[in-house]
């Protein structure tokens, strides 16, 4: 346990290391927010309203997509794949770590230090557009039932990754599965529409994929977008569709690791 948690403190130290990753993220968040008010202030200006969405609301929304971003990314695939194309596996194999929790180490760190630098400046804003504060409709009880939402999301992201990470094992390129991957995530998480904008069947197509888990589901229960019995519930489903990929992983990776063993003799 300590060699996992000392690889934890190496990964943030790797990050602030690089004082420019830290000025990036931040850059990149402010920009984010301006592009956002900057769009949806047009958008609003010209049609008056968006199903049912207030100028307000829809702000709202989209600075938690900033701020929860980074929940839809991860090298975990890439990393991955490098390490079965280039051998390094290989050596992973004979050390005394989980290459599979080393490399989810890496992507919780990454996620979680944007996921607090973001969250810092969409409450800043929330602050000083001291309009949007009512609708953001935050309280420290939402809050408190945010966390294992996010914690999940986290994790569920991870293993959809490590999956298509995973294919390497029998294919000689994944490039082309992980990019379409990446914008089924992006699309169908919320991240870059409100789900509910979706067409009705589209929504419950959506509803029984773990997509919906990493972005809407936070955020609605943050915002108190969601009856407590609800987040309940969700919270189930958000646990079995954990158990259900953290399966998936075994099986895979336990097939792809005699697949590469038999291929190395």
Aim: charged share 10%.
């Amino acid at each position: 346990m300590y060699k996992y948690l000392y690889y934890i403190k190496i990964q943030f130290a790797v990050y602030f290391a690089y004082t420019w990753n830290l000025i990036v993220d931040i850059l990149l968040s402010f920009l984010g927010i301006i592009i956002i008010l900057f769009v949806w202030n047009s958008i609003y200006m010209a049609h008056g309203s968006l199903s049912g969405y207030s100028f307000n609301s829809i702000v709202v929304y989209y600075l938690f997509v900033v701020a929860l971003g980074k929940l839809v990314y991860s090298g975990t695939a890439k990393t991955l794949t490098t390490y079965i194309y280039n051998g390094t596996l290989a050596t992973f194999q004979i050390r005394p770590a989980n290459i599979r929790l080393l490399l989810f180490i890496e992507d919780f760190v990454n996620i979680f230090i944007n996921t607090v630098i973001s969250m810092i400046i969409t409450s800043f804003c929330l602050f000083i557009f001291s309009g949007l504060w009512p609708s953001a409709n935050i309280s420290f009880i939402s809050f408190m039932l945010f966390i294992p939402a996010y914690i999940f999301a986290v994790i569920i992201n991870y293993m959809l990754y490590f999956i298509v990470g995973t294919a390497a094992f029998w294919t000689t390129t994944v490039g082309g599965l992980r990019i379409t991957i990446s914008t089924f995530i992006k699309i169908f998480t919320g991240a870059l529409v409100p789900l509910t904008l979706f067409p009705n069947y589209i929504k419950n197509i959506i509803s029984i994929t773990p997509f919906p888990y990493l972005i809407n589901f936070p955020i609605n229960v943050i915002t108190n977008n969601i009856a407590l019995d609800n987040i309940l519930k969700e919270y189930l489903i958000e646990i079995l569709w954990t158990v259900i990929l953290f399966l998936l992983c075994n099986i895979l990776w336990k097939k792809g690791i005699k697949q590469y063993e038999s291929i190395g003799n």
